[in-house]
């Protein structure tokens, strides 16, 4: 097998996961990200289904559930803090998760192991960004903002649901995004002594939704979701930080509940990040020898649950076509599109309506909504769906890549 010269922009989560697989089989990988120092920060996040059985083939399971998160599920609340509803995460080995998935962990102690599991063979350049690149049957030319430039076999664009590689190869027409109606921002914030390992959730008039979620003795994590259509919004992303600040705090003063303290903690945190919910739906992976992964390329939205488990999915089965194809790129690039479409579509399979409504406007729809959650909790309901549910996205099986799993480097 030919040992190819990759680029991969983005240290995330699915730039290592890919590095992790290409590295192993022999291949000379580079990473770079614009970050100064590996961004091992980020919200709480899960795997599912298939990811799950990815970071077992990697045989990074054990060091993951080492380090999750201690959320035993999620509970509906009301304005007064009382319980209307609880939905407890399916810990039975048996059947699929519920709304809190067996493995949660925090994004930034992903992005560690899968750093750490790669940095021996791998070689990371933080501080750089890909600024143009030019390409050809023979390979990839790529020019970074340090200045120096070098010469790749693949670009792999695993820069997010913003990806600028993405941009780079679709046509400039072409407008990737389904938008949900739907911004969110999560910061961090103190703990206290009523801040609980179960997650809670609260409805406010105007479509705004709050959470909060505690990972640690020290910390907890709040989230703002807004619905809302305004196409003027869409710019509130790259705002000034505080700018973004303070906007959230004008929607969401008043809004009851834990509003003021979430608030005022907002004033000072380090860790507040914004951004419009989106689903990714570009109507190709690839073109040439540039070829997107994970968000890049099929962000299923937070709301998904499943972006993670798309990124480390998108990673093996990427990885594993490269490997087998390696002479030949357009049907490695042709081969991921086809085995991987299946799943994405499923995954990204998303009543938005109901989304939207899930987030009502009114204290009469919230109220109606209440006492909808607290029925089906009494009768069982989520528990006995997620018991006898496949966690399997539409029955679409793991490929097999034996190839992957011969250790030619020399670390």
């Keep these: 097998m030919a040992s190819l010269k990759i680029l991969i922009c983005g240290a995330g989560c699915a730039g290592p996961a890919l590095a992790f697989w290409l590295a192993r089989t022999g291949h000379i990988v580079t990473i770079i990200e614009r970050a100064e120092s590996l961004r091992d920060t980020g919200a709480q996040i899960d795997l599912r289904a298939q990811g799950i059985q990815v970071a077992k083939h990697m045989g990074l ?10 959320e035993v599920g999620m509970s509906f609340v009301d304005s007064d803090d009382n ?5 407890m995460a399916n810990t039975s080995g048996k059947g699929a998760q519920s709304l ?9 102690d992903l992005v560690r192991i899968l750093y750490d599991a790669t940095k021996e063979n791998v070689t990371y350049r933080f501080g750089i960004t890909l600024e143009r690149f030019e390409q050809d049957d023979t390979g990839v030319i790529a020019y970074f ?3 120096t430039s070098g010469q790749f076999d693949i670009l792999v664009g695993a820069d997010g649901q913003g990806s600028r590689i993405r941009q780079a190869i679709l046509p400039e027409d072409a407008d990737p995004y389904r938008r949900l109606g739907l911004y969110i921002a999560y910061w961090f914030i103190p703990r206290t002594e009523t801040d609980s390992n179960v997650r809670k959730t609260y ?19 709040v989230y703002l979701v807004l619905r809302d259509d305004s196409a003027e919004l869409r710019s509130l992303p790259r705002a000034p930080v505080e700018q973004q600040k303070e906007f959230w705090t004008q929607r969401f003063q008043g809004a009851g509940w834990q509003t003021d303290r979430f608030l005022e903690g907002l004033k000072t945190t380090p860790s507040f990040y914004c951004q419009e919910v989106v689903q990714v739906r570009a109507d190709t992976w690839h073109k040439g020898r540039v070829v997107l992964l994970g968000d890049a390329g099929y962000c299923p939205s937070p709301f998904s649950g499943m972006g993670t488990t798309a990124s480390l999915v998108g990673a ?9 194809h390696a002479n030949d790129l357009v049907q490695a690039f042709q081969n991921y599109e086809e085995t991987l479409r299946p799943f994405v579509d499923e995954i990204q399979k998303m009543n938005v309506s109901l989304l939207r409504l899930a987030i009502p406007q009114t204290q009469w729809a919230i109220t109606i909504l209440q006492y909808f959650f607290t029925l089906l909790c009494f009768l069982r309901v989520p ?3 997620a018991r006898f549910s ?22």
């Excluded at 399971?61 to 998160?69: A, G, N, P, S």
């Excluded at 319980?83 to 939905?87: K, P, Q, S």
């Design 61 to 70: 399971l054990e060091t993951i559930r080492e380090h999750l998160v201690d």
């Design 83 to 87: 319980v209307r509803a609880t939905v």
């Design 100 to 108: 809190t998935s067996e493995y949660e962990i925090m994004r930034g």
């Design 145 to 147: 903002s340090d200045g």
């Design 203 to 221: 409805l406010s008039p105007g479509g705004r939704m709050i959470m909060r979620r505690s990972h640690n003795a020290s910390e907890t994590q």
């Design 316 to 324: 093996y089965v990427l990885a594993g076509e490269i490997n087998q």
């Design 383 to 385: 528990d006995l769906v």
């Design 390 to 411: 496949s966690e399997d996205s539409g029955g679409w099986k793991l490929p097999e890549y034996p190839g992957l799993f011969g250790d030619r480097s020399s670390g």
